[in-house]
């Protein structure tokens, strides 16, 4: 395979700015007051700790006391289904391995609630298969 001047050129600067972003990406997570920064605390005039988050983020991650999810201070959640005990209108329980959901506005004022499962392998082996809904299922 032949690489003329124009492709080694091209891949060249490719590769250049992609040892540039993968240098900088861990500094700019961990800099002080980034998202990533683990630096929770911010200092009053006085140079005493404050209790208040000053900077772009949403401030330290606060523990729950479920153990599911941490979140900063004044956020919350809510739990919509568990695997396995949920169940659907089908009278199927909710299947495992989320991996991608999203809400849609539904009839009637109604919100849709669409999860994506990585299920691999024969349905037959899973404990909480995705429900076969004929017309429904985009990849069975």
Do not use: Q
């Not at 700790?49 to 991650?61: A, E, K």
């Not at 900063?72 to 169940?87: D, L, N």
């Amino acid at each position: 395979m032949s690489l003329t001047r124009r492709d080694f050129a091209g891949r060249s600067a490719l590769t250049g700015a992609g040892i540039v972003l993968a240098g900088s990406v861990g500094a700019l997570a961990t800099a002080p007051n980034a998202l990533a920064s683990t630096d929770t605390e911010s200092v009053g005039e006085d140079g005493e700790p404050t209790d208040r988050h000053g900077g772009v983020g949403y401030g330290p991650l606060v523990p729950d006391p479920k153990g599911l999810l941490a979140l900063p201070a004044g956020f919350s959640y809510r739990v919509i289904t568990y695997s396995g005990r949920t169940k659907l209108d089908s009278g199927e329980f909710t299947p495992s391995n989320h991996d991608g959901t999203s809400t849609f506005d539904g009839p009637r004022g109604a919100t849709l609630l669409v999860n994506n499962h990585e299920l691999k392998g024969p349905r037959a082996a899973w404990k909480y298969p995705v429900p076969l809904t004929e017309g429904l299922v985009y990849d069975p």
